[in-house]
């Protein structure tokens, strides 16, 4: 009787860690192996954690690397358990890790984080059983927009059409200028780059295969951002599925990603269905093509709390 009321509390306080712990207490435990604070980035200290099945395959799992939300500035890895536990109980390898957040660093030093989880990905997931041909990446919120911008053909990640699978964005923002509150145009400074600080100014076309989800009542992002996005790529020639969900919050649309409140909606099963049906890429690239400069960038400075 406890664990049910718990089940039914979880949509009110899923924002608070009380919520988050019980999705993660209740996760799958016996068929996941997870493997923590792997650093992936020398430099900063940054660290990552790895879930995948415990049961052997013929043949390596497709990976998914998640980027968790909080509007750049709160989260951290170790809240988002049931998600990995989940997709690695669904046979998919899944790494997420920590970024620097606001006001630490801006825009670009939180995508600089992401980007570099992806390169430690690339290079040591078949460790892990994780397939190096078949990395997706996924974010929910902020994390969304982080996948996005890694996704598309920007220099954040270099001929990202080429090493990625997909990318799944939920209830991410895409196309949010002007900006609605004072906190943003700090994070994402400079103001004469503002516009290619969103995903939407990257859409070429040319776009690993992408999936967004987005709830039709998310009242923190609206779901104008998936609207619009989705119809660039897809005027562009690009790949993009899109899966609307009614009546769930914008926390809730991860929380639903849990194996206690899947039955809400159909999302997890949804990404399952999109990783397992995507191909596996080409990875190698020439030396030239690895070399991207970081004067390529919008403007190669990570803009810490003194930047305006």
Same mark, same amino acid.
């Given at each position: 009787?406890?664990?049910?009321?718990?089940?039914?509390?979880?949509?009110?306080?899923?924002?608070?860690?009380?919520?988050?712990?019980?999705?993660?207490?209740?996760?799958?435990?016996?068929?996941?192996?997870?493997?923590?604070?792997?650093?992936?980035?020398?430099?900063?200290?940054? !660290?990552?954690?790895?879930?995948?099945?415990?049961?052997?395959?013929?043949?390596?799992?497709?990976?998914?690397?998640?980027?968790?939300?909080?509007?750049?500035?709160?989260?951290?890895?170790?809240?988002?358990?049931?998600?990995?536990?989940?997709?690695?109980?669904?046979?998919?390898?899944?790494?997420?890790?920590?970024?620097?957040?606001?006001?630490?660093?801006?825009?670009?030093?939180?995508?600089?984080?992401?980007?570099?989880?992806?390169?430690?990905?690339?290079?040591?997931?078949?460790?892990?059983?994780?397939?190096?041909?078949?990395?997706?990446?996924?974010?929910?919120?902020?994390?969304?927009?982080?996948?996005?911008?890694?996704?598309?053909?920007?220099?954040?990640?270099?001929? &990202?059409?080429?090493?990625?699978?997909?990318?799944?964005?939920?209830?991410?923002?895409?196309?949010?200028?002007?900006?609605? &509150?004072?906190?943003?145009?700090?994070?994402?400074?400079?103001?004469?780059?503002?516009?290619? !600080?969103?995903?939407?100014?990257?859409?070429?076309?040319?776009?690993?295969?992408?999936?967004?989800?987005?709830?039709?009542?998310?009242?923190?992002?609206?779901?104008?951002?998936?609207?619009?996005?989705?119809?660039?790529?897809?005027? &562009?020639?690009?790949?993009?599925?899109?899966?609307?969900?009614?009546?769930?919050?914008?926390?809730?649309?991860?929380?639903?990603?849990?194996?206690?409140?899947?039955?809400?909606?159909?999302?997890?099963?949804?990404?399952?269905?999109?990783?397992?049906?995507?191909?596996?890429?080409?990875?190698?690239?020439?030396?030239?093509?690895?070399?991207?400069?970081?004067?390529?960038?919008?403007?190669?400075?990570?803009?810490?709390?003194?930047?305006?």
């Amino acid at each position: 009787m406890r664990l049910k009321s718990l089940i039914y509390a979880i949509p009110l306080f899923l924002s608070g860690c009380s919520g988050v712990d019980v999705l993660n207490q209740l996760a799958e435990q016996d068929r996941v192996e997870v493997r923590e604070n792997l650093v992936f980035d020398a430099q900063t200290g940054l !660290t990552l954690d790895v879930y995948r099945p415990v049961e052997m395959a013929d043949k390596p799992y497709p990976v998914i690397v998640f980027y968790w939300g909080g509007r750049w500035q709160e989260g951290d890895k170790s809240m988002y358990q049931f998600v990995g536990r989940e997709f690695a109980k669904r046979g998919i390898v899944t790494v997420i890790p920590n970024y620097r957040l606001w006001p630490q660093v801006g825009y670009q030093g939180f995508l600089k984080d992401s980007a570099k989880a992806v390169e430690w990905t690339e290079r040591s997931i078949a460790e892990f059983s994780g397939d190096q041909q078949r990395i997706f990446l996924m974010g929910h919120s902020a994390g969304a927009y982080n996948a996005l911008m890694l996704g598309l053909n920007t220099p954040f990640l270099a001929h &990202s059409q080429r090493r990625l699978a997909g990318v799944i964005g939920i209830s991410g923002p895409y196309d949010f200028l002007p900006f609605s &509150s004072e906190d943003l145009p700090q994070i994402f400074a400079p103001e004469a780059n503002f516009e290619q !600080t969103q995903p939407i100014h990257w859409v070429d076309g040319k776009n690993s295969p992408a999936l967004l989800i987005h709830s039709l009542d998310d009242d923190i992002v609206f779901p104008k951002n998936t609207r619009n996005l989705a119809q660039k790529i897809s005027e &562009s020639g690009g790949e993009v599925e899109t899966l609307y969900i009614k009546s769930l919050s914008h926390p809730l649309m991860i929380g639903v990603v849990s194996n206690i409140l899947s039955w809400k909606a159909p999302i997890a099963d949804k990404i399952e269905g999109f990783v397992k049906q995507m191909p596996a890429v080409d990875v190698e690239l020439s030396a030239a093509e690895e070399a991207m400069p970081t004067e390529s960038l919008p403007n190669s400075a990570d803009y810490s709390s003194t930047s305006k």
